[in-house]
């Protein structure tokens, strides 16, 4: 599959996730984590799904779209291993998860701590979308929706 493919592909499945799963985070209390900003298209299409609710994006530095830019009290730059790190507890709604890399070896570093952080960030109930697998005792794998390729994108709620 060319790369162009494979972007369109996890593009899709990224929109499709957030829509499928849009209306239960509704109903659940807490903030939303955006763990990888980025261009901010996913930080914008949670913040239109969920109206109202507070959105916390984290990246390395900001590279974001104006349109989609969080408010500063809402964006965290730093290592977000460093920098979530500091909110573990805070009870989270949902974390979504988009800081994969495409490079194994870069990937097998993020997965050494991404999948114990994102436990710890949510409240029990709470809801993880990620691009990568997030492989936790606390973390139970979610049913994806019929348009979403296993192992294209992952989603799991917190015990
Ligand atoms: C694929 S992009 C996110 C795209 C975003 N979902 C969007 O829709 O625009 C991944 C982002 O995560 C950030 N990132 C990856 N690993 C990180 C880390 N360990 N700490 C901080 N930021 C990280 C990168 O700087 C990059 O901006």
Redesign the pocket.
């Known amino acids: 599959m060319s790369r162009l493919d494979s972007f369109i592909r996890r593009i899709t499945a990224?929109r499709d996730i957030l829509d499928h799963i849009s209306a239960e985070v509704a109903q659940i209390d807490g903030a939303v984590v955006?763990?990888?900003?980025?261009?901010?298209?996913?930080?914008d299409h949670l913040r239109e799904r969920l109206p109202g609710r507070r959105i916390i994006a984290?990246?390395?530095?900001l590279?974001?779209h104006r349109k989609s830019t969080p408010g500063p009290e809402d964006l965290v730059l730093?290592?977000?291993?460093e920098t979530a790190a500091a909110m573990v507890g805070m009870r989270a709604a949902l974390v979504h998860a988009?800081?994969?890399?495409g490079y194994a070896e870069k990937d097998a570093m993020?997965l050494t701590w991404l999948p114990g952080l994102t436990a710890q960030l949510l409240r029990s109930g709470g809801i993880a979308a990620s691009g990568l697998p997030l492989d936790h005792p606390e973390l139970v794998p979610l049913v994806l929706p019929a348009s979403v390729t296993e192992d294209r994108y992952f989603l799991y709620r917190r015990k």
Not at 78 to 81: K, N, V
């Open positions: 990224q955006e763990l990888g900003l980025g261009n901010g298209r996913t930080y984290f990246d390395r530095a590279a974001a730093g290592e977000i291993r988009d800081i994969g890399t993020t």
